[in-house]
């Protein structure tokens, strides 16, 4: 049994070499790739499309609308996840008007052929000058989906949270959050629950910069800073069925402190557990996911299931630490893993969708390690084999 350090997820040791298995996205378990977009070579959007889609990958998030990305995913049946910007937040929050505007530009016109099955709002932004924000606009953008008829749909609501801000500039800061459900009339807060959504989910995702605590698993806490809007924003996903949307990044964790962490541990390779009290953890990715769950549980939530907005491996800017090696093995095993199994948490709780960061090398972000998250090159050549049809 492994011993670590206080506030460590992680053990120790050395390099993983991968298997030749080659995956097929079946079952299951929905896996997808996040299309970022701050590269000045990327290949077209029509081009992407169609290396999604010939590489089988079924499931698609973009970080903000792009009509040309929305356009080429038309006729697609590509599973979207689809943005909110961290600056529109509070335009949304405030103003209904805004919400109806966003939805009428950015849903409507694609509505019956693109398939949308996400609307997030924001990424990483609790904590953060928009956090106070999230429910409110969360709730807009709500009701300006079922004012165009599309309310049949079931989904939900949400915003992403990362274990790191560094790589796809998160916000950050300490705001005072009003109760959202203040913004909706009477009857509305007092029915239970929301109507269903049957086709888009309005969801937010999140970072463990709102935990306070995460190891061992069990002690998941949210900060005196988030706690009261993550439960406006539980509150709000409980009520329309939503999930919500976490990034969950091994990579950074073992590479701040590799004394104190293995990266068998870190890219699903364990022999040995980690104990939280009888719960066995054979990976630091599911030690992540269930700190999310204590925290929830803490606050009345436990019945949240979790979507993984992003995660994944650089390829380099980061020796020893980075190489495609370890990143295709630390992919390759995710996907097998969370087709397999829950978390020692929440062993009936599969995780239904994954997001691997991300498609493209970009090469418009800081030098290092955040130009070298791709599974492909800017010419569309892979950086490695993830994928049988590819």
Not at 80 to 89: F, H, K, M, P, T
Not at 143 to 168: V, Y
Not at 230 to 247: D, E, H, K, S
Not at 252 to 280: C, H, N, V, W
């Amino acid at each position: 049994m492994m011993v670590l350090k206080r506030d460590r997820f992680m053990v120790v040791p050395k390099i993983v070499l991968v298997t030749t298995q080659l995956l097929l996205f079946a079952g299951a378990v929905n896996i997808g790739v996040d299309y970022g977009r701050l590269g000045n070579n990327l290949p077209s959007p029509r081009d992407v499309i169609s290396l999604y889609k010939r590489c089988g990958i079924n499931s698609l998030r973009l970080y903000d609308p792009k009509p040309e990305v929305l356009e080429a995913l038309r006729g697609s049946n590509l599973r979207v996840s689809l943005g909110v910007r961290n600056e529109d937040i509070e335009s949304l929050a405030t103003n209904p008007a805004a919400a109806n505007q966003w939805v009428n530009t950015n849903i409507v016109p694609y509505k019956n052929n693109v398939n949308f099955v996400w609307i997030t709002i924001g990424n990483e932004v609790i904590p953060g000058p928009y956090a106070s924000n999230v429910p409110a606009a969360m709730i807009n953008i709500y009701n300006a989906i079922r004012s165009i008829g599309l309310s049949n749909t079931k989904r939900g609501f949400s915003s992403p949270i990362n274990e790191d801000d560094n790589h796809d500039g998160g916000l950050r800061s300490q705001v005072p959050v009003p109760n959202p459900l203040a913004a909706l009339p009477a009857a509305t807060q007092r029915a239970k629950p929301f109507p269903p959504f049957p086709w888009v989910a309005k969801v937010t995702t999140v970072t463990a910069m709102i935990l306070a605590s995460s190891y061992p698993p069990s002690s998941g806490a949210f900060t005196g800073e988030t706690i009261e809007v993550m439960r406006n924003v539980v509150a709000f996903l409980q009520r329309t069925g939503a999930p919500i949307m976490v990034n969950v990044y091994p990579y950074f964790a073992y590479a701040s402190d590799p004394a104190d962490i293995s990266l068998e541990y870190a890219t699903f390779r364990a022999q040995k557990p980690i104990m939280d009290g009888k719960l066995k953890y054979y990976s630091l990715f599911d030690a992540m996911v269930d700190a999310y769950y204590a925290a929830m549980t803490k606050i009345n939530a436990s019945n949240i299931s979790i979507i993984v907005s992003e995660t994944g491996w650089p390829t380099a800017g980061n020796s020893p630490y980075t190489s495609v090696e370890i990143a295709q093995t630390y992919n390759m095993n995710l996907i097998n893993h969370v087709r397999k199994q829950g978390t020692p948490r929440w062993p009936a709780n599969q995780i239904t969708d994954a997001f691997i960061f991300a498609m493209f090398n970009e090469n418009e972000k800081p030098n290092g390690i955040e130009q070298n998250w791709g599974l492909f090159y800017p010419s569309m050549k892979r950086v490695y084999q993830l994928f049988q049809t590819c």
